[in-house]
């Protein structure tokens, strides 16, 4: 098998899919996108505030593609992770990972999910909605 191609990317702009690679050996594409819920905790949110140490966040991105490219036979990974404010409803996280077979692509997707949490110096901090025009309702509801 070739070198795979593995892209990492850190970044504060919105994710997209990358531009279709043909690859003809590739019998499988497997695509994950993370994307910010509405609640957290059971509390509403407007999104999430993510920070990174970038240098170090890139370096164990690329330490997983390598070694999910090694360990299921893939032929490409890309890895994307969006820093900064991400709204409810977008993505925070694309992978894509392509392989000879589907088995793989699957298992290799969610591997690197799992990994990329326990090992990536990646932090979320929800930003929660404000409570502040339910309990003016409130107190205007109890004074008439």
């Not at 164990?60 to 032929?75: C, D, N, P, S, T």
């Not at 793989?104 to 799992?114: G, K, L, M, P, Y």
Request: aromatic share 6%; proline share 3%; charged share 30%.
């Amino acid at each position: 098998m070739a070198n795979p191609v593995c892209e990492v990317l850190v970044t504060e702009e919105r994710l997209n899919v990358p531009e279709e690679r043909i690859d003809f050996d590739a019998g499988a594409r497997v695509d994950f996108h993370g994307i910010v819920r509405r609640l957290e905790n059971g509390r509403e949110i407007e999104g999430i505030e993510y920070e990174a140490h970038r240098e170090m966040a890139e370096h164990q991105l690329k330490q997983i593609a390598e070694q999910a490219a090694i360990e299921f036979g893939l032929r490409s990974i890309i890895i994307h992770h969006r820093i900064g404010f991400v709204a409810v409803g977008e993505s925070s996280l694309l992978t894509q990972v392509c392989s000879g077979h589907r088995e793989a692509a699957f298992q290799a997707s969610r591997w690197i999910v799992e990994e990329l949490k326990k090992k990536v110096p990646i932090w979320k901090r929800p930003r929660f909605k404000s409570n502040v025009l339910r309990r003016a309702s409130r107190s205007e509801a109890a004074t008439a």
